[in-house]
């Protein structure tokens, strides 16, 4: 992460990222708040600008959507992310894709009184023109001189699939690296002695089917390009989050030997990447870099948490009012095991919404998966509600993303392949290999979806069918076993009306074949809507679905998994689930035995 210092001049950057409205703790605990958020940011901020001479301050996108707050702002009241944001003083900020999950007029009033440039090169109105400055020139005291920094950055091109029922009619979004490469003559031009790009955008090797979203490695190859700050995954780059390969070099933090930093998500750190300058006499050039990240702390600036503290009372309010009950707990620790009862709840919701907006004979099927799943959120990250009162928290536990949801066709045959995709989740599993990891780090938790009106098993000794990018891999492979619809094997013709999330449709996850499955209803309601309005209609105790699917081995196999902890226990009979200990961040590891089942 470090190289040699020896420069006419030196340069911070510090840069948050993918903050998803944790201003003041990213979740709202009933006792108080965590140690995240950009209250407990602050302290570190400070400290950051205090040590150096010249420092500049960015957010990289996805602050202004992610949780229960942001149900409960006022439509009038200035936004209190932009007003933390204006308090710290940040220089300029990006779109994420989630700052335009409510749509453009919401986002230019979260932006109308705020003070911080928004910079965005490729989010266009129809006529091709910028909807947000697309560069900016910050210029800073340097020395006896004036440093021009230039500052572009650019939105992942797929919020057009996402939130295209927002968009399409208003803007269109151009491919990130088209944008950069054609800002960059126009920053020279006025002037920039480096360029800085805020890229709401991961990291994934050049030929990786997400190039598009993930853009940060070809951005970065740009000739002009001087540094890179990326956002969009959750990860923290440089660091062992990524594999040194095709020019990405997760030990000296650059891409194509550009200097980068992804700091994570959620508030939970600051990346701060300090440069080197020197001056050949014509020109300002890189010549050295160090990146680091800072903690968020647990002492909180006052004044940050002032801002937060009439929505955090609101919402905190909003969130202890009882809806229900449920007879059983409703966890997704154990949801790649079997059939999570938190996901067949999101499903029954999405049955009874349906059956109320469709007008078909087409039988219906819901399709959801377990949101919170851990991974790179860490081991607190799941669903893990006890049996008895569900409050109205409950509904951001089971629903954390604004996600609407829609109405397809599909034939029995799509719908084996779309749980072929799924069942990716799943490791491919060996009966010699007992150390084998259960899940495949490379398809996570909320992509493990499931059908409530289908029943069938999921064998995971079997080869998958498809890869990550969604290619067809082996035709000859089938995991999904014994698949019926209402007593019958499931006839591959068979149509079907099929409601999920518009963004499993709109290409999230790269489902094969998804995106060309018919609407038959574009906008039935947004999840936690649904998923309110169904658990509220039972006030003395709701009625969870039965399983849809099982585990079912060909034979008897061992693996190890990784979760976090469980407030309540998983029945997974037949298999069996033995303590392997919990590690020093939190993590709980099992030693598990997979079954075959009985017929």
């Known amino acids: 992460m470090t190289t040699n210092f020896a420069a006419q001049g030196s340069l911070r950057l510090i840069c948050t990222t993918d903050l998803h409205m944790a201003i003041d703790g990213s979740r709202l605990l009933a006792d108080g708040v965590d140690n995240a958020g950009l209250a407990a940011l602050a302290p570190a901020i400070a400290v950051a600008r205090a040590e150096v001479k010249h420092s500049l301050l960015f957010d990289i996108g996805d602050a202004f959507q992610g949780s229960a707050l942001t149900d409960d702002l006022e439509p009038d009241a200035a936004h209190p992310m932009q007003q933390a944001f204006d308090m710290l ?135 002009g390009v001087d540094v890179v700050l990326c956002g969009h995954q959750h990860r923290v780059f440089p660091g062992p989050d990524f594999p040194s390969v095709d020019g990405i070099d997760p030990i000296a933090g650059t891409l194509n030997g550009t200097p980068a930093i992804m700091a994570g998500s959620s508030g939970q750190r600051i990346g701060v990447l300090d440069l080197s300058l020197a001056h050949d006499g014509k020109c300002w050039s890189v010549c050295a870099h160090r990146a680091s990240f800072r903690r968020a702390a647990p002492q909180r600036d006052p004044a940050i948490a002032a801002i937060a503290a009439p929505h955090v009372a609101r919402t905190r309010a909003r969130l202890a009012e009882p809806i229900s009950s449920t007879p059983y707990p409703l966890c997704t620790v154990f949801a790649a095991m079997a059939d999570s009862r938190a996901v067949r709840v999101v499903q029954a919701a999405y049955l009874d919404a349906g059956r109320r907006a469709l007008d078909t004979e087409l039988p219906l099927l819901a399709v959801s998966s377990p949101y919170r799943t851990g991974g790179r959120s860490g081991p607190e990250a799941y669903t893990s509600l006890p049996a008895g009162t569900l409050y109205h928290s409950a509904i951001s536990d089971l629903c954390p993303f604004a996600n609407r949801i829609i109405a397809v066709e599909a034939t029995g045959a799509q719908m084996i392949d779309w749980l072929e995709m799924a069942s990716l989740h799943l490791g491919h599993l060996h009966s010699d290999q007992p150390t084998q990891p259960l899940i495949n780090p490379e398809m996570p938790g909320y992509n493990f979806d499931a059908a409530l009106g289908l029943t069938y098993r999921i064998d995971p000794t079997q080869p998958p069918r498809f890869c990550v990018s969604g290619a067809l891999i082996d035709p000859t492979a089938r995991r999904i076993v014994d698949i019926h619809h209402d007593g019958a094997p499931l006839d591959p013709a068979q149509r079907f009306a099929v409601i999920t999330s518009s963004y499993r449709v709109s290409g999230g996850g790269n489902f094969p074949g998804l995106s060309d499955l018919r609407i038959l209803h574009d906008g039935i309601g947004t999840m936690s809507d649904l998923v309110t309005r169904w658990i509220s209609a039972s006030p003395d105790g709701i009625e969870v679905p039965p399983p849809s699917w099982q585990l079912s081995p060909s034979n008897t196999v061992r693996a190890t998994y990784r979760t976090g902890a469980s407030r309540s226990s998983q029945d997974v009979r037949p298999h069996q689930l033995v303590s392997a200990g919990i590690t020093a961040d939190g993590w709980h590891d099992w030693d598990v035995t997979l079954n075959p089942l009985e017929d």
Not at 114 to 130: D, T, Y
Not at 163 to 184: E, F, P, W
Request: one cysteine or more; proline letters at 7%.
């Open 89 to 223: 003083g940040y220089d300029a900020q990006t779109l994420g894709n989630h700052d335009l999950d409510f749509g453009l007029d919401a986002l230019e009033h979260v932006l109308k009184d705020g003070r911080i440039p928004m910079i965005c090169a490729n989010l266009l109105c129809p006529m091709g023109q910028p909807l947000f400055d697309p560069y900016r020139i910050l210029e800073v005291p340097f020395n006896d001189t004036i440093l021009r920094v230039g500052i572009t950055g650019v939105v992942p091109p797929r919020v057009m699939r996402w939130n295209g029922h927002h968009l399409r009619t208003r803007a269109r979004v151009s491919d990130s690296v088209d944008a950069v490469r054609g800002v960059l003559p126009e920053l020279r031009a006025a002037g920039a002695d480096i360029v800085v790009v805020l890229a709401h955008s991961g990291i994934v090797p050049i030929d990786h089917a997400d190039l598009d979203e993930q853009a940060a490695l070809p951005i970065a190859n740009l000739d």
